[in-house]
């Protein structure tokens, strides 16, 4: 357990955790093609997803803030067995997306040179191995250090240009200037929901996820009892208030036929900054998205790192998951994952064969996802019957109603998504359903399962040897 000098993290801190996992701008620009429209998409994935994950994480944090996230939480609910797998989702799932969020990062940083660059693969892949290996570094100097780190690069490169943007648009637009976007009415905020835009709702559910990131570091947080809930509402705020308001600014300004998914962001900012002579704080602010994008990876990086090396302290693992350095970072779980990660970027930039491939392994990760979270309400229903009396400095109102409806509605969501995921998208028309579902199973349990394998194997030599006085 930690003691009082290594709890570094206070309310500010512990709300930027999340913001720093859930506010991307990547993701703007494809949300921006939906016009109007974007505010029922946020709608939805606010109503069904982030606001039940966010009521969630708080009273399991609150109830069981002994680090180690998902993983305490669905161990205590339903065991040893489906506490590894949660986590170990988790943190599959990221193997493949690291890549997406590197090139985010390179395709913004090509913007402080030439972005002619972001169709380079090998400045791409140079500046995404800086960005991978230097955030592991950033990870590997332990928590005080990546939470500031964090906490700063949300600010600078998440909040502040999500702001900027917004005021460029707001002024833009009270200018008279023309607008992309065609007038406003009700009828336009409405989605169109059929068979063609279903698929889309699965991504619109998983817009949110990472609410829980703040969940893996209950043990450096100085008043986890207060700190948490206080903290999740801060940060849903923040969230939700930048990503409508900041996808609408770009679709004021760029025509969905021009918008690069990604570059989008940085195309917005062109149109704003040269509508106003500014062109010169484009640089700046390039540098400042690409510092956000690299508080996401760490806040992914970090967060499900620690939860498997919760796992692995408790011999479930080689010693080699258990490791750490002295700063309390897990080394072996960061190596290894920047290691793999790696190699799935290489192969990502320059095997042109893979990206179809690629793109299935993509889809397994919103099943993971989906896996994770299913399991998490369904452990805050559960552990309101198994553990009452647990102490929840906060704890979701409405009694057992309150809780079932929030559970519910977030497990419900999840489901739905994850049946979603199982249906090809178009360009996978050659592949009958029945097939693609199936192979879209067989690839999750592969990426899902290893637990099974780790447990079967378990060891005795596997449990760390406790110093003395510990």
């Not at 003691?3 to 500010?12: M, N, Q, R, V």
């Not at 005021?167 to 059929?194: D, E, M």
């Amino acid at each position: 357990m930690s003691d009082s000098k290594t709890k570094t993290l206070g309310l500010f801190a512990l709300a930027m955790i999340n913001v720093a996992a859930v506010l991307s701008l990547r993701n703007y620009p494809s949300m921006a093609t939906y016009g109007w429209s974007s505010i029922g998409w946020y709608l939805i994935g606010t109503i069904a997803f982030l606001i039940p994950l966010t009521l969630a994480g708080a009273e399991l944090a609150c109830g069981w803030p002994q680090g180690g996230g998902v993983y305490t939480w669905v161990r205590e609910a339903f065991g040893e067995k489906a506490g590894f797998i949660a986590i170990f989702c988790e943190w599959s799932n990221n193997l493949v997306w690291f890549p997406t969020v590197l090139a985010f990062i390179a395709s913004t940083f090509a913007y402080l040179f030439n972005p002619e660059l972001a169709n380079n693969n090998a400045f791409m892949f140079a500046v995404m191995m800086i960005a991978f290996w230097g955030t592991t570094a950033i990870g590997l100097m332990g928590e005080k250090v990546s939470s500031r780190f964090g906490s700063f690069g949300v600010v600078a490169g998440s909040i502040i240009p999500a702001v900027v943007i917004i005021i460029l648009g707001i002024v833009y637009i009270a200018g008279g200037k023309q607008l992309a976007l065609p007038a406003f009415t009700w009828s336009a905020v409405v989605p169109q929901i059929n068979m063609s835009t279903l698929p889309f709702i699965s991504t619109v559910v998983l817009l949110f996820a990472g609410m829980e990131m703040a969940g893996f570091h209950a043990l450096e947080v100085k008043n986890p009892q207060t700190d948490f809930p206080k903290a999740m509402a801060l940060s849903c705020m923040i969230i939700f208030a930048l990503t409508v308001i900041g996808t609408l600014a770009i679709a004021a300004v760029v025509p969905v036929g021009q918008l690069s998914l990604a570059a989008g962001l940085m195309q917005a900012f062109e149109v704003f900054l040269r509508a106003f002579n500014l062109q010169w704080t484009l640089t700046p602010l390039a540098l400042m998205v690409t510092l956000g994008g690299l508080a996401l990876l760490l806040s992914w990086l970090a967060g499900p790192a620690l939860g498997l090396g919760e796992v692995a302290a408790r011999g479930n693992m080689p010693p080699f998951f258990a490791k750490t350095n002295r700063n309390g970072a897990p080394v072996g779980v960061l190596i290894l994952q920047a290691v793999i990660g790696t190699a799935v970027s290489m192969l990502y930039l320059f095997i042109p064969s893979i990206s179809a491939a690629y793109w299935i392994l993509s889809a397994m990760t919103v099943l993971l996802l989906c896996i994770v979270y299913l399991l998490v309400f369904a452990s805050l229903i559960k552990l309101r019957y198994s553990s009452p009396n647990t102490v929840r400095a906060f704890k979701i109102p409405g009694g057992m109603t309150g809780v079932w409806l929030v559970g519910g509605m977030g497990f419900f969501a999840c489901l739905f998504t994850f049946v979603i995921s199982l249906l090809p998208p178009g360009n996978y028309e050659h592949i009958s359903t029945s097939k693609y579902a199936l192979m879209m199973i067989i690839g999750t349990a592969v990426l899902a399962l290893p637990p099974l394998v780790f447990l079967r194997l378990k060891k005795p030599g596997w449990m760390p040897v406790k110093k003395a006085g510990e």
